[in-house]
């Protein structure tokens, strides 16, 4: 069950990032006189009509939402699985690089997943982020690589972060199995792409403006793809790609397996679907609409310096690896040289940095070299690094949406996170 705390009049913390630097300052939750009612700027909460972006927070009324003491989910923990991997009929040299990758059970999207995918059907994937959705389709599909080796796969995903990290899993599920892969995404040099295009492989996988652009230099022939992948199906949607996802999808053979995935199901979503998919079982494991795993709460700046704020935050040591959010690339840009100012290990990514700068400063994060990376929410989205102890909102996130997104980067895998919104 998820507990919510409503902070008012100083009730109990359900958590407290507590810490002599912290204590006394600020203040979780109201100083008597109940919650404080920030304003998020623009729009209105749940105004997703004409297919804009969903759930924009107006003057957010629900402080609560950004509250919430982390219980781990039942299923995370007590999820007890169909299947185990060995009794997925797949290839045996596949089950030893689940092995080595250290997964020993599915997690419930894999177990529900994988057999519908192995039969060839249609599906629909509901499912939060840190869920193991990226296994859930590559292991059957790579399986299906197996059985013909001659199978093309095209996997479309919103960001170049995602594409590169299903690119990694892939490699990793497929190691010595002589399964090739292109990851074709802005940014990133076209003529590469374009040379590794030419060779055979198994598997593209990139982001739709790079694709389109690939197809339409005809390097990209979709009639011979009869798979096709889309992953964070909603977030493509928010970000305008919808054109580029029906056009790749319309050079595809009608005669085609479709697997489409999404953490949210709007109506816009569910046209898609309608458009996309031919008799799809759908599959939800959905656990609400928040990270449950995840320790929520705010800090309020007050008429305090917010990077002293941050400082005293990032200065207790349970702060060890760092997500912090930005509004804007500039925003994100200065706060990261401030912090190197302040004798913290931080890199950004974002927007305004080149494709290979972004992965360089992610690499960094995950090789656990940098206390601190901070990010704007478009170069954010899809980033797995595992035991990220804090996500900190310092910019409010401009959709609700956008928080969901932004504290699925902590608390994965069944582990518990924190998540801390600066509020004035
Ligand atoms: P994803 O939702 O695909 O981004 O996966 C979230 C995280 O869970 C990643 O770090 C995966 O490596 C990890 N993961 C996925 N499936 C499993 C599994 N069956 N056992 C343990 N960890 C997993």
Redesign the pocket.
């Known amino acids: 069950m998820q507990q919510k705390h409503f902070r008012n009049g100083g009730s109990s913390s359900a958590h407290r990032s507590g810490g002599p630097a912290f204590r006394g300052r600020p203040s979780f939750g109201g100083k008597g006189g109940g919650p404080r009612r920030p304003s998020f700027g623009r729009g209105g909460y749940g105004g997703n009509r004409g297919g804009g972006r969903s759930g924009r927070f107006s003057s957010f009324s629900d402080i609560s939402k950004f509250v919430n003491k982390a219980v781990i989910t039942e299923e995370t923990t007590h999820f007890k699985p169909e299947h185990n991997f060995t009794d997925f009929k797949i290839d045996e040299k596949i089950k030893v690089n689940i092995l080595k990758k250290?997964?020993?059970?599915?997690?419930p999207i894999?177990d529900k997943v994988i057999p519908h995918i192995l039969a060839n059907q249609d599906v629909v994937g509901i499912a939060n982020?840190?869920?193991?959705?990226?296994?859930a389709f590559l292991i059957p599909l790579i399986d299906k690589v197996m059985r013909n080796r001659t199978e093309m796969i095209l996997i479309m995903v919103p960001t170049r972060e995602l594409a590169t990290q299903i690119d990694d899993e892939l490699r990793e599920f497929s190691r010595m199995l002589s399964i090739f892969s292109v990851c074709c995404v802005g940014g990133a040099p076209i003529g590469r792409q374009l040379a590794n295009l030419r060779r055979s492989n198994n598997f593209i996988i990139g982001t739709p403006g790079r694709l389109k652009d690939l197809v339409e230099r005809k390097a990209l022939n979709l009639s011979k793809f009869k798979t096709v992948v889309l992953d964070e199906a909603d977030r493509m949607l928010d970000m305008g790609f919808i054109h580029d996802m029906k056009f790749m999808i319309s050079r595809m053979p009608a005669d085609r397996q479709t697997l489409f995935f999404s953490a949210t199901m709007s109506r816009d979503i569910q046209v898609l679907i309608k458009d996309f998919l031919r008799n799809p079982v759908s599959i939800s494991v959905k656990t609400g609409d928040t990270a449950k795993s995840v320790d929520q709460d705010v800090v309020r700046v007050g008429s305090r310096n917010k990077l002293d704020v941050l400082q005293d935050l990032l200065s207790q040591t349970d702060f060890s690896r760092v997500l912090i959010f930005g509004k804007t690339k500039h925003g994100v840009e200065r706060l990261k040289e401030a912090l190197v100012q302040r004798g913290f290990k931080s890199e950004s990514i974002h927007g305004n940095k080149n494709q290979s700068k972004r992965q360089q400063a992610l690499n960094l994060f995950k090789a656990n070299h940098l206390q601190v990376l901070v990010a704007t929410d478009v170069a954010a989205r899809g980033i797995?690094v595992?035991d990220i102890s804090h996500v900190i909102n310092y910019d409010l996130p401009a959709t609700y949406e956008d928080y969901i997104h932004r504290i699925g980067r902590t608390g994965?895998?069944g582990k518990k996170g924190k998540a801390i919104t600066f509020i004035d």
């Open positions: 250290g997964y020993n059970e599915p997690t894999q982020t840190g869920t193991g959705k990226t296994a797995d595992s994965r895998a």
